[in-house]
């Protein structure tokens, strides 16, 4: 599905038009056309493609998933890899979003699960004409900031998943957890993926010389760059805590197997020897003065009972029971 | 709440004034104001920003928590976070310190729980009069250096919070302590994610060139940065400690296990040997003859006395028991 | 076995000459020269060498397998060691392609399992008449980019074992896939190892001021780069993952361990409280009244089945059976 | 305790004077002087730094222990922080030294356990008469050197140590020597934590561009830094080392664990199948053909010792006794 | 022991002359020099370092082992440290080489035990007349060459005992390995550590502006970095594979110990219920019928065998034996 929104400067009448209309208002004085292109099908590439003369290998990139996130300066345009982030089911899914930024036109590509390019196209369109600034610059900022503003509810996310998986483990020791422990980590990876690179972009539209765009627009960018250092950063974070929770869950274990092997062998000895003294009292010598005493049956279960309390006693007092 | 402190060039006065008065002093010559807004709420953020024509996108993160240190700059002023911090609990909390450092004025927005900014506001007011550097620039260092200082005793706090688990994972082996330690790891993240980019905050403040500052106020900034490289330097060898510390408490359970494992089994070998014996003189077979001996069952608890000695001295030979 | 590809600029004819007629043509406006030597002999190596007047270290690197690959400008040409990836029975296979590239030749030296180089100079001479940009620059970048695209299906392939590895680990804790890890990590070492340089080697191409190749080639190197990014990130999440499933499948086997030892040794308890009592009523005393009680037997089963079904509701509701 | 030598250029006579005569001599041409504080009290600090108007950022840096090695670049003077080393009772101990350097001058702070400053002194006063190089860059030379060369004696120390705690953990995989890892791995960090640092320093010295000293001298801080490196890899290497011994440690325990509880549950099986042939032979049975036998007891026993025997064959191999 | 060879260019002649003619011929125009001292005694070092003026602290350096490889640049040559490999019972052994180089002579000071340098020698006197470069910076190539060359066959060496390590351990899990893992280890880290510093040694010859030597030489030292490149690769590698074997060794000790604890307790929990069997029989009540039953001691034992292979059976099913 194309759309065209064009923000004419002369009169700033905002228009939804057919692409086949583009060619005529593409190049008027202060015209600003954002072409948003949603499910994009080899078709429609190919037809907005050939509308921009994009090159051949900018065009492939768009169709191929999974691209590196990245900027590549062409004759006339820049071509920029983003990437959008939405959580399904607690799980992180990254969207990627191809973007031609030209003289007065921006050209974006994205997947339509991705609901926020939509939303940004329909707020420009609706407060371009009230907006002080017109130019591509901060058309490409909103778009950006919008985009990775996504990354943070899906960062909490993961926060809270962290939060739950270290609370249990470290509480409960539990082992089903690891392979939570480990989509988590996927999760984490995967923005780690996306956003380092993606502060490489932001790096090169804040510090290219010559710059892309005037210093105005770049606060904005750097506000971006900002965002995504501290992602980075909180990811970085949750990735050391993640393996210091997986040492200490380690740890944990191997305590209580002690723990356990200290208290269960304890008991049998215990038993072994109370178990002892009745082997005793069965053997059959005909001399056996115990066997013809009157309370030699209390006797010998009272010795066992004696024997019991006190190794009882010893291995509670160094802390085996 | 918002504090207004004046130093008049002309005639070395201090005076505090409304918020109202300020525009008729400001281009004073000589003048420096330090405005505080301590637990800004939307509107007093709003109403110093007009004054002073802050930035939005400044505006916006003086609002928001939990942002990265870092000095953007804008058109006539920098804007700055930095972070203050205090230790609740033995628990260390960061607070973000929003600063807006212009010509002759500088602008702060900080928590209220941080007193020491408050405290260098009032610090400033008592003895600007007396001092030899009335610059913006040495106001800034006087805020930096606090806020900075105020890192070293939650340093300590967390050196000695790391010496007693250290202490109490290598002498006795507590895993309850996996806890504490975690806690631990991640105030040392936290001191580490915030010192980090402040280090790089110093940095421009000393080598920007052109320099922010003159080389007089410059010394100052690199006592600061020492400071900064100090604290990430310190947080580093705990981390390095403490991840040792993890190590060694697994190797320590794992020891145990094996001190724990031989003990007991020795101790159940001894016992079965012993009840083997008198399982067998509880056969039941017509000729036996040790069961008619008349010192049949002497015989019997001293043979078992005797394997059980025997046993137990070699099992300490090879250090088993 | 060398091929020589001649496409002669003046009529746009291909052909395939012997090496012997080289020298005629290669001077000739316009002419472009892919020389292709399939499973070089140190023979074949010296004459085309000697024809080209290529250095003898070149050389040598040529016929050394194992060369890090790299770009070594010389005088009048460029030396690039590569690698090209086959797949056998699930175990990814680099083989080296030394690649000399002049003014208007491209000679290379070729593994012939590495069916891809002959299929691209293939391709080439089908090609090449149609095409726009027939300059030595593309040529390059037809090889390289056939050379890396070889990669991915690698890549997917070691994605397939990794994730089966990672289910029967998490899954099943079988330490017998031990050695496929191995196998597994030993690839992804091995296409770090290769990948890495030859990102360098992209670089130098890309950026190398002067540039190599004119602006428009750029653009297609700069692809390739992008691609080798993409591995050697792939590479790396793949390595960390693999880790992560290390140390989960450590604790999973402790953790294993543990339920082990709580299920059997609880067992044993049971089993030897139960054995007690049998015990202790086959001691020999004479006073021993349950002996003589019409029901003492059952009674004894009894006891001893009480006891049972006790100690499994106590162990079972502490979680150990 | 201040000592100040004083070396004057034009008859080449050395001589100690009070503090109060300096100001007479210093500014003479060609006069060398070295003014070394020992345990320097905060009025000697104060005074010694007025005589020379000290910054007074740095006399504070001079009082405060455990500042971070560094050269700060002050108006006619620089401000070395550096450190010695002693070994005291095989633990390294670093000691401050703050340094001075000015055009003709030298002003040291310094520990009075760390003797290798008035060493060095005495040793300048004694030879500088006959030294070719009388310069500040030379003395200062002699200074870090004399303090870096203090380190090989400590890490020659701590390889000492590393090696009998590696010989005692792979040879024996003793637990009890991990507070002495830990303790060793701390040293090794307090080294590296110094020589880091002091690394940069020299680099200062070496690289700094306009050159704070002539190129005579450079070759010779040249020689320090080169050291540095030497300090810093060994100890880097050293904590390699030391992990790798920790990790062996712990596959050493817990295959010491392994060979333990095969042995001790190897004897337990045995035992208890020599029980079982007793318990049966302790049955009540009324028919049971065996315990009327003559030679039933010796059976019996025969059968057990049978057992046992074949037992003890099979765990021995599969090697689990 | 000294060597003197002297190539002089104006009739090509290759002679040996003692060390005190070297005066004589040194400064003609097109002489080549190369001096060889094997087993430097402190006298032939201050001997030759006196001939060529070298300057102090270079000599010091030459008899001080353990150098860190470095180039240091003089008034008129530049000093290099190098090492050699050699392999002395599967144990790589470095050797120290110092190496002055000035416009027409080359100085080296090496240990006896190493090879190769002789052999340089001795082929570059038989060779370079009939060579077409005569130059120092060839001369320098030679030898460099030759003995990075020489870490070629200790590296393999290394890889054998790798690989032979893997198999014993991950098909045995034998930890007396241990120790040879660790000297495994240590011979790598040794080779990392003298490789990484004499590729920073290679970088200077080839990049340092201005250049050293001719660009002709310089495609040779290029040759040698990146040798030296491969080698740091390789030794990561076995480094990393190292590791690897060693986390599955640990998770391979944990497993077995797994599957030992299930076989053994669950022999002794089979034991246990026959002879709970056993013991019930024991039991010494007046009214048990079974004791009176014909067939009950058979009875006995069958039920003794059902219970037993019931459980054999389930603990086969559940894995566990």
Not at 66 to 86: A, L, N, S, V
Not at 154 to 165: F, S
Not at 264 to 287: D, H, P
Request: negative net charge.
């Amino acid at each position: 599905m194309i759309q065209v929104i064009v923000h004419t400067g002369h009169d700033g009448a905002i228009s939804k038009i057919p692409i086949e209309e583009l060619s005529g208002v593409i190049h008027e004085q202060g015209t600003t056309v954002w072409v948003n292109v949603v499910n994009p099908t080899p078709e429609e590439v190919a037809r907005v493609g050939e509308k921009f003369h994009f090159h051949p290998l900018a065009l492939e990139d768009v169709q191929r998933p999974d691209q590196r996130p990245k900027i590549d300066p062409y004759d006339g345009y820049q071509f920029i890899i983003f990437y959008g982030m939405t959580s399904a089911n607690g799980d992180a899914v990254a969207h990627q979003v191809a973007i031609f930024v030209g003289e007065n036109y921006m050209v974006t590509f994205c997947d339509g699960k991705l609901g926020v390019v939509v939303e940004t196209a329909e707020r420009w369109r609706a407060n371009v004409a009230s907006m002080d600034n017109h130019g591509i610059g901060f058309l490409l900022y909103s778009l950006l900031d919008s985009l990775v503003d996504g990354y943070f509810p899906v960062l909490d996310d993961i926060a809270e998943r962290a939060e739950n998986l270290e609370e249990a483990i470290i509480v409960q020791g539990q082992p089903a957890l690891q392979a939570q422990i480990l989509e988590l980590r996927r999760d984490l990876l995967m923005i780690r993926r996306v956003a380092g690179p993606e502060r490489d972009v932001m790096n090169v539209l804040v510090r290219r010389d010559p710059p892309l765009f005037g210093s105005k627009e770049i606060i904005y960018f750097q506000d971006v760059y900002d965002h995504l250092l501290r992602i980075t950063d909180t990811v970085d974070i949750y990735r050391d805590m993640l393996s210091s929770v997986l040492d200490a869950n380690l740890s944990m274990i191997s305590y209580t197997l002690n723990v356990v092997v200290k208290r269960l062998t304890s008991s049998s000895i215990i038993l072994m020897s109370m178990g002892l003294i009745a082997g005793i009292y069965g053997m059959n010598f005909v001399y056996m003065p115990e066997l013809e005493w009157r309370y030699g049956y209390p006797f010998a279960l009272a010795l066992m009972a004696v024997v019991a309390v006190n190794e009882f006693a010893v291995f509670r007092h160094i802390d085996w029971l």
